[in-house]
């Protein structure tokens, strides 16, 4: 059964930081092009990061250059986003994606607020 389980969120004071994680199972993560997204009520699905199979390769969206960074473990099939310098803008549920060729997964999400 294919598994994408996020945790790390929570709320954090603008300036301040978090360390999302997603435990992957059920296929081969190491082979997989991995994103995070995420989402506002009301407003469509962004990709945040993206990161190759490997590792070596990030790519980012404008408004977290330079303050947000992907990683990945392939020998522990674990994907991170380490968000630094956190605004209330950033404020959204924040989603792993998994894709292969026409195979994609998602996993269910996790709430990040940033406010004071």
């Known amino acids: 059964q294919v598994q994408l389980v996020e945790s790390g969120g929570g709320l954090v004071q603008p300036g301040g930081s978090l360390r999302l994680s997603c435990a992957a199972s059920g296929f081969t993560f190491g082979t997989y092009t991995m994103t995070w997204y995420r989402q506002v009520p009301g407003k469509e699905r962004e990709s945040v990061a993206t990161?190759?199979?490997?590792?070596?390769?990030?790519i980012y969206a404008n408004s977290v250059k330079g303050r947000f960074t992907i990683s990945r473990d392939n020998a522990k099939n674990t994907l991170y986003l380490q968000m630094n310098s956190l605004k209330p803008e950033d404020t959204a549920v924040y989603y792993c994606?998994?894709?292969?060729?026409?195979?994609?997964?998602w996993g269910q999400g996790t709430q990040v607020t940033v406010s004071s």
């Open positions: 990161i190759t199979k490997t590792g070596g390769t990030a």
């Open positions: 994606n998994a894709q292969s060729g026409f195979v994609e997964y």
